[in-house]
């Protein structure tokens, strides 16, 4: 059974950094597009960032751009969100999520796998 399971969250200061994993087991997603949401409390679910199967292309929310980085490595079929510059509107469960396919899709129901997250909490 295909599992994604996150680490890497904590509390952290603002303006500092952290990085995410998202470690795949059950079944490999080397050929298929990953991608990052989150959700801070009384919100909906929302798109971070997303990279295609070889890592070339990679697409993310206005509010991340600059400051997140998604990136992967498909020898350890993880997934990886480097945030730089956090800040307090960064805190959030962060989810790593699977498709099936290989196109690039910002959209929770576009995606069939979905870890238990990881929370991200920043301090101002």
């Known amino acids: 059974q295909a599992q994604l399971v996150e680490s890497g969250g904590r509390l952290v200061q603002a303006g500092g950094s952290l990085r995410l994993s998202c470690a795949a087991s059950?079944?490999?997603?080397?050929?298929?597009?990953m991608g990052w949401f989150r959700q801070a409390p009384g919100k909906e679910r929302d798109f971070v960032a997303t990279?295609?199967?070889?890592?070339?292309?990679?697409l993310y929310a206005d509010s991340v751009k600059g400051r997140f980085t998604i990136s992967r490595d498909n020898a350890k079929n993880t997934v990886y969100l480097q945030m730089n510059s956090l800040k307090p509107e960064d805190t959030a469960v962060y989810y790593c999520?699977?498709?099936?396919?290989?196109?690039?899709?910002?959209?929770?129901?576009?995606?069939?796998?979905w870890g238990q997250g990881t929370q991200v909490t920043v301090s101002s």
């Open positions: 999520a699977a498709t099936t396919g290989i196109a690039l899709k910002i959209g929770v129901r576009d995606y069939d796998y």
């Open positions: 990279i295609n199967w070889s890592g070339g292309i990679t």
């Open positions: 059950g079944r490999t997603f080397r050929s298929n597009t």
